[in-house]
């Protein structure tokens, strides 16, 4: 799987749009991109996930650049709840065999009122 | 539905004490996993499973057995617990096959070993 860099931590004020950056120079033609966020020490929540395309759902959009190399997730109105680790995620599609998602550092938002 | 399920919230044991940590799903799903988070750090993979019958080692597996009798139940037992295994445990779990797919996490459980 390719190897992501995202900053350690970012700051946004209380109904601003948070954009979170994920570099993955490394990413192969099959590969997703997954984000995932954990609030406080909770387990993992799904946020998003896309291939090529620019992706939207309740939660945030997904913004992928042409090359694919690296990726924004936007929150577009971010609130105190949405202060957590967010963890971006480049894997291939899952196959029989499992192919469980290696979470790295994330980077950690704190939105601030 | 209640997702996935861990039992216990909370544990503290001694140096060399065994113990299970419990993990169900009520969704059906072929694919389980656990995982260990240690302060300030991301996540980890144990062990994972396929399926009923079906386990494999992940990145951190040595210290821990599983089993998976059925599709719901996936335990991770510690068999002579260390100050090291002090962590955060997570179980995961999402459907089966090929494909994409979002992964379902329990609540966690944290371990002490003193």
């Known amino acids: 799987d390719a190897k992501t860099t995202q900053p350690t931590s970012m700051d946004c004020a209380e109904g601003r749009a948070a954009n979170l950056p994920c570099n993955h120079s490394?990413?192969?033609?099959?590969?997703?991109v997954y984000w995932y966020r954990q609030i406080h020490s909770q387990g993992p929540q799904y946020i998003i996930h896309?291939?090529?395309n620019n992706e939207t759902n309740e939660m945030a959009s997904l913004i992928i650049t042409e090359d694919r190399k690296s990726s924004t997730l936007i929150l577009p109105h971010a609130t105190l709840r949405d202060t957590a680790v967010y963890y971006c995620?480049?894997?291939?599609?899952?196959?029989?065999?499992?192919?469980?998602?290696?979470f790295g550092g994330g980077t950690r938002l704190m939105v601030k009122p | 539905n209640a997702g996935v399920t861990q039992t216990p919230k909370f544990q503290v044991l001694k140096t060399g004490q065994s113990m299970t940590l419990q993990c169900a799903q009520d969704?059906?799903?072929?694919?389980m996993s656990w995982y260990r988070q240690d302060p300030g750090m991301g996540l980890r993979l144990i062990h994972y499973?396929?399926?009923?019958?079906?386990?494999d080692q992940g990145e951190v597996p040595n210290g821990y057995n599983v089993s998976r009798s059925t599709t719901e139940d996936f335990p991770l037992r510690l068999l002579s617990a260390a100050p090291s295994q002090t962590s955060v445990y997570f179980c995961?779990?999402?459907?089966?096959?090929?494909?994409?797919?979002?992964?379902?996490f329990g609540e966690g459980s944290r371990l002490t070993v003193l």
């Open positions: 995961a779990s999402r459907q089966g096959g090929a494909g994409t797919g979002e992964l379902f």
């Open positions: 490394t990413i192969s033609g099959n590969e997703y």
């Open positions: 969704m059906n799903h072929e694919y």
């Open positions: 499973s396929v399926g009923a019958g079906i386990t």
């Open positions: 896309g291939l090529k």
């Open positions: 995620i480049v894997r291939d599609s899952y196959n029989n065999a499992g192919n469980m998602l290696t």
